[in-house]
């Protein structure tokens, strides 16, 4: 159902934005799943990195990227983005798209399903 897109090299400081693809089939309304980013690095557990409510839009952000990320939905395209700015070499992970249990951005939400991922390298 998600596949993600956007992910290269880029320098520190620079900037980057992720898109995923959101496929609806039998039983799978976009409509009623919130949707996010998840990273992981090598050897560690994934990180929450962003989530949109599909019941109101609210969004929410992990400590590490408040105020350099931003997340965004396109209903009209079935997209779901993540532009990624002021990046730090700390912020090389492979990132997932993940669509949620619920509609909601709260920790008990745990993510339903999953993309295969793209790669995001910030090295000079």
């Known amino acids: 159902h998600l596949v993600e897109s956007g992910g290269d090299l880029v320098q520190p400081g620079g900037s980057l934005r992720l898109s995923c693809a959101v496929s609806?089939?039998?039983?799978?309304?976009?409509?009623?799943?919130?949707f996010g980013w998840f990273r992981q690095v090598p050897g560690k557990e994934r990180e929450r990195v962003s989530c949109i409510a599909s019941s109101d839009g609210s969004t929410t952000y992990a400590d590490p990227v408040k105020g350099r990320f931003t997340i965004s939905r396109d209903n009209s395209k079935d997209t779901v983005s993540l532009q990624m700015s002021s990046l730090k070499p700390e912020d090389t992970a492979v990132y997932y798209c993940?669509?949620?249990?619920?509609?909601?951005?709260?920790?008990?939400?745990?993510?339903?399903?999953w993309g295969q991922g793209t790669q995001v390298t910030v090295s000079s």
């Open positions: 609806g089939s039998s039983g799978f309304d976009p409509d009623y799943y919130a």
């Open positions: 993940v669509a949620y249990r619920f509609t909601y951005c709260r920790d008990d939400n745990p993510p339903r399903y």
